[in-house]
């Protein structure tokens, strides 16, 4: 009898939960992984850390978010879908996602489903987990707003990003299960959370705060 191969290796969870448990959940991911990881220095990813007043966790010493760009049909929510929160600090149509309890940030996705994208915020995922399942390898993004030297650091193209998430969602158009997503309705593809805009206010006091915190990282380097 002709014995049966596997096509690929079968996928592995990447654990996930929140500082106080109310929100549990994993990333389903393939061997090899088919998402990217990122460092983010950009300022609204900052401002987000501030915001939740989880910068000490989030940001690592150059100021950057550790994320990781993925299917959003391969992220999975088993509890605590009524505890999400999501804020746009812009104003603009990325919204970024959080624990309504303790405020441990989740992901940033665009506003609706129709894009197939989800970028996972790593500060939340066990590390040496992390580095197993998604690879080690990382490249960095608008490290113009980050801190200290990253003249030697991987980078990633603006155009690069922007084709994947054009490849991404013309995917998610023929193979409609691929617009799943833990954080959204699948019937009618809304946020399952009220998306909560930042008055100019708030965001300038964010952006003071982000501005003394990156001087401290500095002096620390």
């Known amino acids: 009898m002709k014995r049966m191969t596997p096509s690929a290796n079968p996928p ?127 490249e960095h993004v608008a490290i113009a707003s980050g801190v200290g030297d990253l003249g030697k650091v991987k980078t990633a193209s603006m155009p690069g990003m922007l084709w994947n998430l054009l490849v991404r969602t013309i995917k998610a158009r023929l193979h409609p299960e691929l617009r799943k997503s833990p954080l959204f309705d699948h019937d009618t593809g809304k946020p399952l959370a009220m998306p909560i805009k930042l008055e100019t206010a708030e965001r300038l006091a964010i952006d003071e705060k982000a501005d003394i915190y990156r001087e401290v990282l500095a002096e620390a380097q």
């Open 12 to 138: 592995q969870a990447l654990a996930f939960q929140c500082q106080c448990g109310a929100i549990q959940g994993a990333v389903q991911e393939s061997a090899p992984p088919t998402g990217r990881r990122l460092v983010c220095h950009c300022n609204d990813c900052q401002a987000f850390a501030h915001y939740l007043g989880r910068e000490k966790q989030m940001l690592d010493d150059h100021a950057g978010t550790h994320v990781y760009q993925m299917d959003s049909s391969k992220f999975e929510i088993a509890k605590g879908q009524d505890k999400l929160a999501c804020v746009t600090v812009t104003g603009g149509p990325l919204l970024r996602w959080y624990c309504t309890d303790c405020r441990t940030p989740i992901a940033n996705t665009l506003s609706s489903t129709r894009f197939a994208f989800l970028s996972l915020i790593l500060s939340g995922f066990d590390a040496g987990q992390t580095d197993r399942i998604l690879g080690p390898d990382v």
